[in-house]
C-alpha cells in the first residue's frame, strides 16, 4: 500500500496488478497461470474483435472469446458434475477429473466476457495496455468473491482516478464495516447453522432456526465481501458499484433480485436475458427467458443439481408474480407481501445449503415436521437463548434501520460531529475486534469463495 | 471541511493501526515466543523450509498462516478480548467450548461419544475379568461427574446423557458395586479454573465411598487445612478472560504425615503431598506428584490389614489421601501409563478391595487408546 501510494500514476497500475497477483498465488498457487491466460486470452479477443469490427471475424472472435473463457470455466467448474450424470444416466464408469475449483474463477470469467461483449457491442473502448486490463481483471479487492465489476464501470478510472482523503477514509470504513459482517456475524451465525443442523434430535423449530441463521449467514458473509471490496477499491480509486441493498426487506422476488447480488443479476439480465429477447416477447418466449436464466443462475453458483433446483424454484416465483401474485399482494397490506417474501427466501437458502437433493429435502422436510420431530426441545431452547442477541443483530442488521438511524442523527449539527468523532473510534474498535477473531480463531474463508 | 478532517482521522487510525502492528510483526519474526503459558501448548514457528514444492502445495502457506497466528502480537491481550466480547457483548452462552458462570468455568459438551465411552469401559471391564473377578476382595465403581453436569442442573446448559453412561457403567461392570456419588458433590467442590475438585470439600464423597467400602469407622475425618495460592487451573488460561486464580486447599494430620509413597516407575519413596509442584505449570499435580502409572501409598498406623487398589484418573490424587487411613496400604493404578497385562507382576490383587474412580471426563476421552 506504502508503495503504491509513493509511485507516480503512471505506476499504479502496475503495483496494484503486482500486489493483486501475490494475493492470488499465496491462495492459488498453480492456477495463478490459468487467470494470466485468461486475461491474455481477453486482451487478444479484445484488440482482434476491434480490429475487425463490421465484419464476420469481429463476430468470429466473440464466440472463441466467449467459447475459450467459458470453456475454462465449463472445465475446472462443470467437468465432474457432467461426467457423474453421465455415469449416472449411461451406467458408464468415467472417472472424475477431481480438479480444485480454482478461487475467483466464475468471476473473473464474467468480468472478461463482460470485456469482450462490451468492446464488440461498442460499448467499451477496446483496451490496449495489458497492464490496465490485467489490473482490471485481477484487482484483488474484486478478484475471488466479487462484486462483478464490470469493465465500463473503471474503464475511466483504469487511465484517471483521484487518491484523496475522502475516498481513503470512506473506503477504510466500508472495509471495517465488512470485514466485522463477515468474522462478527456472518461466522456466528454459521457456526449456530452448523450445530442445529447437527443436532442429534431434530426439531421444528431447529430446522427454522438453521433456516434463519444460514439465510442471515449467506447474506452477511457475502455482502460483508463486497463491503470489502467497495472499501479497498476506494482506498485505490475505484468506485465499484454497489451488490446489495437490503434485498431481505423487498416485497417480491423480482425486487429481492434487484437487491441481491446485483451485479450477477444485471449481468445475466445484459448479456442473456435481453439478447434472449427480454420480456417484450409473446409470452411462452418469455417463459423460455425466465428459465435459461435462472437455470444459468443457479447452475453459475454451483454445480450440483441443488443449485440448479434453487434457480429453477425462483424462476417459478418470478412467474408466480408475474401471473398472479403481483396482484393478489397488491389487495393486501404490505406486511404480507414481506412475510411471503422472507417465508420463499428462508426455503430458497435451505435449498442453497443443502447437502444434494435428499439433504435438501430432509432440511426442507424438518421444517414442516416431517418424520413426526417434536417441535421442540430442551436443547433447541438452549441454543436459541445462547445465540438470541446475535440472530437478533443479524435480523436488525438486514434492514436499513441502522442505516436510517445514523442518518438521522447526522441530520443535526451535533449528531454530525458525534458521528464524525466517533467513526475513527469505531474503526480501530472494530479492527480490534475482528484482529482478536483472526488471532484467536481457525481460518474462515468466505462462502462465495467456491463459485 | 468537517468531512475532510474525519477522512483523515479515519485514514491516520488506520495507518498507524496498520504501521504499529507491522513493526511488532517484524520485531516478534525475530524474537518468537515459544510456548503459550494459558493454552499449555507451543506456538508454531515461521515455517523451516520453504520450497518450491511447499509453495504449490501449499504447505507453507498453511504453516505460515499457524506461524502468523500464533505469533501475533499481544495475543493474550487479544484472546481475552475476544472472550469478552462473545460473553459479555454478544451474550453467546460459550467462548471456545467453555462456559463461564460465577466465576466457575466449564467444558460445556452436548454428549457423550458412544465409541469413547464403550472403550474405556472396555478396557476396564478387560481388567476386572482378567484380574478381579475372582480375586477374593470387594470391588466397588464409581463416576465423578464434570463440572458441566452441574452447570446443566444449575444454568441451564446443555450436558450429556449422564444417566446413559451410569447405566453403561452398571451394565459393563456389573460385578461391581455402584457408588453414586453425584448427590454429594456440588459445583462449589469443584475449582473455579480446573476440571477437578477441591480436597477440602469431598467429604461427603469420601464418606460415600467409605461407607459403601465398609471402612467408614476407621477414617477419622479430623484434618488441618492448609492453603496454597494462586493455583491456575487448566482452564484459567483456555477460558482467557483472566479470572480470579483459584486456591489449593489440602489436608493433613498426623497419619497422613506419616504416609509414605512409594513410586512403582522410579522406585522413590515421597510423602503425600509434593511441595514443589506447586509452583509448577499445573499446581494440582502437588497431590501425589501428578500423573504417576503405579503407586503405593503405605499407612505405618493403620488399625487394619485391609489393602485397597483404586484404579484412578487424576481425581484419585486428592481424595486417595482421605482414604488411607481406613487401609495398611492403597495401590493406584492409573492405566492410562502402564499396560494392564503387567499389573499383576507388580501387584498381588488376591483379597484386595477394588474400587474404579474415574471421571465422566476420562471416560468420554481417548486416553484409555
Excluded at chain 1, 379 to 402: N, R
Excluded at chain 1, 421 to 444: C, K, N, R
Excluded at chain 2, 184 to 201: G, N
Excluded at chain 2, 246 to 259: H, R, V
Aim: proline letters at 3%; a neutral charge; glycine letters at 8%.
Amino acid at each position: 500500500m506504502l508503495l503504491y501510494f509513493i509511485v507516480p500514476f503512471k505506476g499504479k497500475n502496475l503495483v496494484l496488478l503486482a500486489a493483486s497477483l501475490l494475493f492470488y498465488f499465496y491462495g492459488e498457487p498453480i492456477y495463478t497461470l490459468l487467470m494470466l491466460a485468461t486475461i491474455v486470452s481477453s486482451y487478444i479477443h479484445g484488440l482482434l474483435i476491434d480490429r475487425f469490427r463490421g465484419t464476420f471475424w469481429s463476430v468470429f472472435f466473440l464466440w472463441t472469446s466467449v467459447i475459450t473463457s467459458i470453456g475454462a470455466l465449463g472445465f475446472f467448474k462443470y467437468s465432474d458434475f457432467f461426467i457423474r450424470n453421465v455415469n449416472s444416466l449411461f451406467k458408464t464408469d468415467f472417472e472424475l477429473l477431481e480438479l480444485a475449483l480454482p478461487i475467483g474463477i466464475s468471476f473473473y470469467t464474467f468480468q472478461t466476457l463482460s470485456y469482450t461483449i462490451d468492446v464488440y457491442r461498442g460499448e467499451a473502448k477496446v483496451q490496449k495496455s495489458l497492464i490496465r486490463l490485467a489490473t482490471y481483471v485481477a484487482l484483488f479487492p474484486q478478484l475471488i468473491a466479487g462484486p462483478i465489476v464490470r469493465y465500463t464501470t473503471v474503464e475511466e478510472e483504469l487511465s484517471h482516478r483521484t487518491h484523496s482523503f475522502e475516498n481513503f477514509g470512506y473506503g477504510v470504513t466500508r472495509f471495517v464495516i465488512g470485514l466485522s459482517k463477515k468474522v462478527l456475524i456472518a461466522d456466528t451465525l454459521g457456526a449456530l447453522a452448523q450445530t442445529v443442523h447437527g443436532m442429534e434430535e431434530a426439531t421444528v423449530a431447529a430446522a427454522w432456526i438453521y433456516a434463519v441463521a444460514a439465510s442471515l449467514q449467506l447474506y452477511f458473509d457475502f455482502s460483508g465481501y463486497s463491503d470489502m471490496a467497495i472499501g479497498l477499491g476506494r482506498i485505490f480509486g475505484f468506485h465499484f458499484l454497489e451488490n446489495f441493498n437490503y434485498p431481505f426487506i423487498s416485497k417480491s422476488i423480482a425486487e429481492f433480485w434487484r437487491r441481491w447480488h446485483m451485479s450477477l443479476g444485471t449481468w445475466f439480465r445484459d448479456y442473456v436475458y435481453i439478447p434472449l429477447g427480454g420480456n417484450r416477447v409473446s409470452k411462452g418466449r418469455w417463459l423460455f427467458n425466465t428459465l435459461v436464466v435462472w437455470f444459468l443462475t443457479g447452475f453459475w453458483h454451483g454445480a450440483d443439481w441443488t443449485f440448479i433446483l434453487w434457480g429453477m424454484f425462483f424462476a417459478a416465483f418470478l412467474m408466480l408474480e408475474k401471473f398472479a401474485l403481483n396482484r393478489f399482494f397488491a389487495k393486501l397490506p404490505r406486511v404480507f407481501s414481506h412475510i411471503y417474501v422472507v417465508f420463499a427466501i428462508l426455503i430458497s437458502f435451505v435449498i442453497f445449503s443443502a447437502n444434494g437433493l435428499t439433504g435438501a429435502i430432509s432440511d426442507l422436510g424438518a421444517m414442516f415436521g416431517a418424520g413426526g420431530i417434536a417441535f421442540w426441545s430442551s436443547e433447541t431452547a438452549y441454543y436459541l437463548g445462547s445465540y438470541a442477541l446475535v440472530l437478533l443483530v443479524g435480523i436488525v442488521g438486514a434492514t436499513p434501520l441502522v442505516k436510517n438511524a445514523v442518518l438521522k442523527v447526522k441530520e443535526t449539527k451535533t449528531g454530525a460531529v458525534v458521528c464524525d468523532i466517533l467513526e475513527p473510534v469505531f474503526v480501530i474498535v472494530m479492527l480490534m475486534i475482528v484482529t482478536a477473531y483472526f488471532v484467536d480463531g481457525s481460518f474462515s474463508p468466505f462462502l462465495y469463495f467456491r463459485f | 471541511m468537517q468531512k475532510k478532517i474525519k477522512s483523515i482521522a479515519v485514514t491516520g487510525a488506520f495507518i498507524l493501526f496498520l504501521a504499529f502492528f507491522s513493526v511488532i510483526c517484524i520485531t516478534r519474526y525475530f524474537h518468537p515466543g515459544e510456548i503459550s503459558e494459558s493454552e499449555r501448548r507451543p506456538l508454531a514457528q515461521f515455517p523451516e523450509k520453504i520450497t518450491w514444492a511447499g509453495i504449490i502445495d501449499k504447505t507453507v502457506i498453511d504453516e505460515f498462516e499457524e506461524y502468523s497466528v500464533d505469533q501475533f502480537p499481544f495475543r493474550e491481550f487479544f484472546r481475552s478480548l475476544k472472550a469478552n466480547f462473545q460473553l459479555k457483548v454478544m451474550r453467546l452462552g460459550e467462548y471456545n467450548g467453555l462456559a463461564i458462570k460465577d466465576g466457575y468455568i466449564a467444558k460445556i459438551e452436548q454428549a457423550f461419544t458412544p465409541e469413547l465411552v464403550e472403550y474405556s469401559l472396555g478396557r476396564l471391564q478387560y481388567i476386572y475379568e482378567k484380574f478381579l473377578a475372582d480375586n477374593g476382595g470387594k470391588k466397588y465403581v464409581s463416576v465423578i461427574p464434570d463440572k458441566n453436569y452441574f452447570f446443566a442442573k444449575d444454568y441451564g446448559y446443555l450436558s450429556p446423557d449422564y444417566d446413559r453412561l451410569v447405566a453403561d457403567v452398571k451394565e459393563k461392570l456389573s460385578g461391581m458395586e455402584y457408588v453414586d456419588v453425584f448427590d454429594a458433590l456440588k459445583l462449589s467442590d469443584y475449582y473455579r479454573t480446573d476440571t477437578h475438585w477441591s480436597q477440602d470439600r469431598i467429604g461427603n464423597v469420601v464418606d460415600k465411598l467409605a461407607q459403601a467400602m465398609g471402612c467408614a469407622d476407621r477414617l477419622t475425618g479430623e484434618y488441618t487445612k492448609h492453603q496454597y495460592e494462586p493455583f491456575y487451573g487448566v482452564y484459567y488460561g483456555q477460558s482467557a478472560i483472566h479470572p480470579k486464580p483459584d486456591t489449593i486447599t489440602y489436608l493433613t494430620n498426623s497419619i497422613l504425615e506419616q504416609c509414605t509413597v512409594f513410586d512403582y516407575e522410579t522406585g522413590e519413596t515421597r510423602g503425600i503431598y509434593d511441595f514443589e509442584k506447586l509452583e509448577g505449570k499445573d499446581g494440582y499435580e502437588f497431590f501425589l506428584s501428578g500423573t504417576k502409572a503405579l503407586l503405593r501409598v503405605d499407612n505405618p498406623n493403620a488399625t487394619t490389614e485391609d489393602e485397597l487398589i483404586i484404579f484412578r484418573d487424576s481425581f484419585g490424587s486428592s481424595i486417595s489421601p482421605l482414604l488411607v487411613e481406613g487401609y495398611k496400604s492403597v495401590y493406584l493404578v492409573d492405566i492410562r501409563y502402564v499396560v494392564p497385562d503387567l499389573l499383576n507382576r507388580l501387584i498381588d490383587f488376591e483379597n484386595k478391595d477394588v474400587l474404579y474412580l474415574y471421571s465422566a471426563l476420562v471416560l468420554n476421552s481417548k486416553s484409555f487408546k
